[in-house]
């Protein structure tokens, strides 16, 4: 079975810039995550999505932050702009439902910006 | 609110010996707990979960867990540490029912060194 995949892996950009994220679930999957992971941190929780719709966006900051999950498969997260405290991990996961607790991760994209 | 603690940022441990990694959390209700492994440059994978059934529980790679509602801990032990466990370890609680859907809390991570 194929894990959750994510692209780019790595990627360097200036402060202002704009970035977007992708992740493509394990096939099935009805609910998606994105975490923001700070160096040193734990993950923390910026979306979920149950299929198309968004469960709790309550950490998302909404100002520079937006993601979507068209058709409720894969799903892009975006900065725009990017401030220098937005360097993280970004990490995706997805679960087969809301009340099934164990959450699959992906590799991440590590974002630098300078 | 639900959050967890984990105590020690940093554990060595010889080769062979045992592995104790604290975690203790807090939850207004009935809470799951996870334990996550991440190893450089990878994302997380589940070692064992607590779902309110058996109080020990065993994961994969020889770790087990804990869970003790008296002392609201969910500590990580192996008998005995080998090189390859050497990565970062992430407790996290969620919690239980319909009304908070699924999110998880994670702790800021024990980073184990395995030394021989």
């Known amino acids: 079975e194929a894990g959750v995949a994510q692209s780019p892996r790595y990627k360097i950009i200036e402060k202002r810039q704009s970035v977007a994220f992708w992740c493509n679930p394990i096939?099935?999957?009805?609910?998606l995550y994105w975490y923001q992971q700070i160096l040193g941190q734990g993950p923390k929780l910026l979306i979920q999505?149950?299929?198309?719709?968004?469960?709790?966006d309550s950490q998302l900051p909404k100002d520079r932050f937006s993601a979507e999950r068209l058709k409720g498969v894969d799903s892009t997260l975006k900065i725009q702009p990017a401030k220098l405290e937005d360097s993280a991990v970004y990490l995706c996961?997805?679960?087969?439902?809301?009340?099934?607790?164990?959450?699959?991760f992906g590799p991440g994209t590590r974002l630098t910006v300078l | 609110a639900q959050s967890v603690t984990q105590l020690g940022s940093h554990v060595s441990v010889s080769e062979g010996a045992l592995v104790l990694l604290r975690c203790n959390y807090s939850?207004?209700?009935?809470?799951?707990l996870f334990w996550y492994v991440q190893y450089p440059n990878q994302g997380l994978q589940l070692l064992l979960k607590?779902?309110?059934?058996?109080?020990l529980v065993k994961g994969i790679n020889g770790f087990e867990a804990e869970f003790k509602k008296s002392e609201t801990s969910f500590h990580l032990t192996k008998p005995s540490a080998h090189m390859s466990d050497a990565a970062e370890y992430f407790c996290?609680?969620?919690?239980?029912?319909?009304?908070?859907?699924?999110?998880?809390?994670f702790g800021t991570g024990t980073q184990l060194k395995v030394e021989l």
């Open positions: 996961a997805s679960s087969l439902g809301q009340l099934y607790n164990e959450q699959f």
């Open positions: 096939s099935g999957h009805a609910t």
């Open positions: 999505f149950q299929n198309n719709g968004v469960v709790d």
């Open positions: 939850s207004s209700v009935p809470p799951y």
């Open positions: 607590y779902t309110s059934a058996a109080t």
């Open positions: 996290a609680v969620s919690r239980r029912g319909t009304g908070g859907g699924n999110k998880l809390t």
